[in-house]
């Protein structure tokens, strides 16, 4: 199965040209860009559009259809989901430059022509790295609820699966599936006493969380 990226840029067609030039290595989406869109609105989409890396456009203000460039886009969408892989994809690294909280997410356009394959492994690599440290965490999260259920946790220990729990959750602050205080320490303790509970729990924690 491919991963799917999505694609910000005011001229569809170039999400048009982006999604031909990628088709090969990943499901391309755009958005519904419309003159006026309000940044929230399409935060919204990007949220709903289940993808595992953002590329955004740096100019997009010029054409007078919106009112915010990339930079804006890649600091709010990462407000709600922290450590989410995104990338400004620009002709005007030098604008983007200095706007750009963090610039070693700037790429060229002209890579996807000079050198896709290098592009496509970098693209690969920062989805695998946001993925590996979501399912790091789970684990721990499976492997201390396991171990509390057969014999308990110690006070580090359950410290260690209160954090792991926090920083999951943490990932998307947009979603309410579950409470941050869901874990404490009476939940713990019961935890230790049933097996089903515990798989249950593990369940609910991870949910939307791949």
Do not use: C
Not at 23 to 40: H, K, S
């Amino acid at each position: 199965m491919k991963y799917k990226i999505g694609y910000i840029d005011e001229d569809s067609t170039q999400v048009v040209k982006i999604e031909m030039k990628l088709r090969a290595y990943f499901d391309v989406i755009g958005f519904d860009i419309t003159p006026g869109l309000e940044l929230n609105n399409l935060l919204k989409q990007v949220y709903d559009s289940d993808i595992d890396l953002l590329m955004v456009d740096y100019l997009m203000v010029d054409k007078g259809i919106l009112t915010f460039n990339g930079d804006e886009v890649i600091r709010a969408f990462e407000e709600i989901k922290p450590r989410f892989p995104m990338i400004i994809f620009t002709n005007e690294e030098s604008q983007a430059f200095p706007q750009v909280d963090n610039p070693n997410i700037i790429y060229d356009k002209s890579l996807i022509n000079s050198d896709i394959l290098h592009f496509v492994e970098i693209l690969k690599k920062n989805i695998l790295a946001h993925k590996n440290y979501i399912e790091k965490r789970k684990n721990i999260i499976s492997d201390l609820l396991l171990k509390g259920e057969n014999e308990g946790l110690s006070s580090e220990e359950k410290h260690i699966l209160l954090q792991t729990q926090s920083e999951l959750i943490n990932l998307d602050k947009w979603s309410n599936e579950v409470p941050f205080q869901l874990l404490d320490d009476k939940r713990l303790e019961n935890l230790s006493k049933t097996t089903k509970e515990a798989e249950e729990f593990l369940e609910s924690i991870l949910k939307k969380k791949d």
